[in-house]
């Protein structure tokens, strides 16, 4: 029988996976209609994932033995990573790729991030946690 931490640890990837999945079928979408979309589609829904596996990574470090406070702790540094992660990513992709704040680029960054967030939300029901 898996711990809780190993079946919380499966969850985060199970997560990650299908935040992945998510991402990959939007900027499949995208590309049809627009490539330049497509692309900053795929920047924005990476920043996602990768936040995500940032947070996950941190706030997961402290086994089941962890006293509250070590738990809670790592859980507000998870959340400051992931933080610290979107700021890097997000002011990169601004600074660094022509064209993305022209038209439709910087709405479909900004959307598939948000659909990366909002898997939080839509994915528990397509994953068991207990599996």
Not at 86 to 107: H, S, T
Request: hydrophobic fraction near 60%; proline fraction near 2%.
């Amino acid at each position: 029988m898996a711990s809780a931490h190993q079946r919380d640890q499966k969850m985060a990837l199970r997560l990650a996976g299908f935040q992945l999945v998510t991402s990959l079928v939007l900027a499949g979408v995208l590309m049809l209609i627009k490539p330049a979309a497509a692309w900053a589609a795929l920047a924005g829904s990476l920043t996602g994932v990768l936040a995500s596996g940032c947070f996950a990574a941190v706030s997961l470090r402290s086994g089941e033995q962890a006293s509250s406070a070590r738990i809670v702790f790592d859980f507000y540094v998870g959340e400051v990573g992931k933080l610290v992660v979107i700021v890097v990513c997000m002011v990169a992709v601004f600074r660094y790729w022509p064209g993305i704040q022209e038209g439709f680029n910087a709405l479909a960054l900004f959307g598939a991030f948000l659909l990366t967030q909002a898997a939080y939300i839509v994915a528990p029901a397509f994953i068991e946690k207990g599996s």
